[in-house]
């Protein structure tokens, strides 16, 4: 692998990282060899933080083509690489005294709720009201 100055990630990160992501099995027809790990990563980690478009991702940085970063993000998200990522970060940033959880948030749209209660209970009124209602009304309708 090339020296690369414009790494997003340092070396010794990596080797954390580099066991939770999946191992790529050669092709059997052969073709061009496989762009390495690490430089896929940093490419990645490069287009998501500067929020360019993964085609404009500047080949000068010798991460490869937004293409295959693309690629490489769609297959390790689908085999779970970035959950176990996500953990092994927070654990790096937790044990080095680096995690600031005062700004952190909790939002409930992103847990999946109960489909339906077991048991119906009838909502509670809070007073009672002799207001007329809409939808139905002790007074008696006009006929037409």
Do not use: Y
């Not at 692998?1 to 990596?14: D, G, P, R, T």
């Not at 099995?25 to 360019?52: C, H, M, Y």
């Not at 109960?114 to 008696?140: D, F, K, M």
């Amino acid at each position: 692998m090339a020296k690369n100055k414009n790494k997003e990630i340092s070396a010794a990160l990596f080797e954390k990282i580099k066991p939770l992501l999946p191992v790529a099995q050669p092709s059997p027809k052969g073709g061009r060899p496989r762009l390495d790990d690490e430089l896929a990563l940093n490419g990645i980690l490069f287009v998501l933080r500067t929020g360019i478009p993964w085609e404009e991702l500047p080949q000068e940085l010798g991460f490869g083509s937004g293409m295959t970063c693309w690629r490489r993000l769609r297959d390790w998200q689908a085999a779970g690489a970035w959950h176990r990522l996500h953990r092994v970060l927070l654990a790096e940033l937790r044990g080095a005294d680096q995690l600031d959880l005062s700004r952190a948030s909790l939002d409930g749209a992103s847990v999946p709720s109960l489909r339906g209660a077991r048991i119906q209970v009838p909502t509670p009124r809070t007073e009672a009201n002799l207001a007329a209602n809409a939808t139905s009304s002790q007074i008696a309708r006009a006929s037409r």
